[in-house]
Nanobody
Framework: QVQLVESGGGIVQPGDSLKLSCAAS????????MAWFRQAPGKERERVAA????????????SVQGRFTISADSAQRSRKRSLYLEMNSLKPEATAVYFC????????????WGQGTQVTVSS
C-alpha cells in the first residue's frame, strides 16, 4: 500500500505561482509513475502532468505546457518519495482540487490517490 498526502494549495491571484507537494509513503519503491490530476466544479477530473519514476520522462496537458513543471525525488533507502508540481502564470481556470496519484508497476491505471488540495486563482 502507498499513502499519498498533498499540501501547498491556497488562494492566489492570476499570474502568481504556487508549488504543490505530495508525500508518498508505504512502499513507494513499487511505484512506476506518479501524476497530478485536477477537478474543477462541474467538470471531469483531468490529468495535468505525469512523471515516470525510472527515467523521469514527463508529460503535460496542453493547457499547462510551459507553465507547470512536475518533478519527483526519493530519499535513498527510504520508504518515502515526494512529488511536486510547480505552477507559474496561474490563470483563473486553474481553480480546482488537485490530486496526487501513483501507479503500481504492472498497473494500467493510477491505483493510489491523495485526498486533494484546493487551488483557487482569483483576483
Amino acid at each position: 500500500q502507498v499513502q499519498l498526502v498533498e499540501s501547498g494549495g491556497g488562494i492566489v491571484q492570476p499570474g502568481d505561482s504556487l508549488k504543490l507537494s505530495c508525500a508518498a509513503s508505504g512502499r513507494p519503491a513499487f511505484i512506476s509513475a506518479m501524476a497530478w490530476f485536477r477537478q474543477a466544479p462541474g467538470k471531469e477530473r483531468e490529468r495535468v502532468a505525469a512523471i515516470l519514476t525510472h527515467g523521469g520522462a514527463t508529460a503535460y496537458a496542453y493547457s499547462v505546457q510551459g507553465r507547470f513543471t512536475i518533478s519527483a525525488d526519493s530519499a535513498q533507502r527510504s520508504r518515502k518519495r515526494s512529488l511536486y508540481l510547480e505552477m507559474n502564470s496561474l490563470k483563473p481556470e486553474a481553480t480546482a482540487v488537485y490530486f496526487c496519484a501513483a501507479r503500481d508497476r504492472g498497473n494500467s491505471g493510477y491505483n493510489y490517490w491523495g485526498q486533494g488540495t484546493q487551488v483557487t486563482v482569483s483576483s
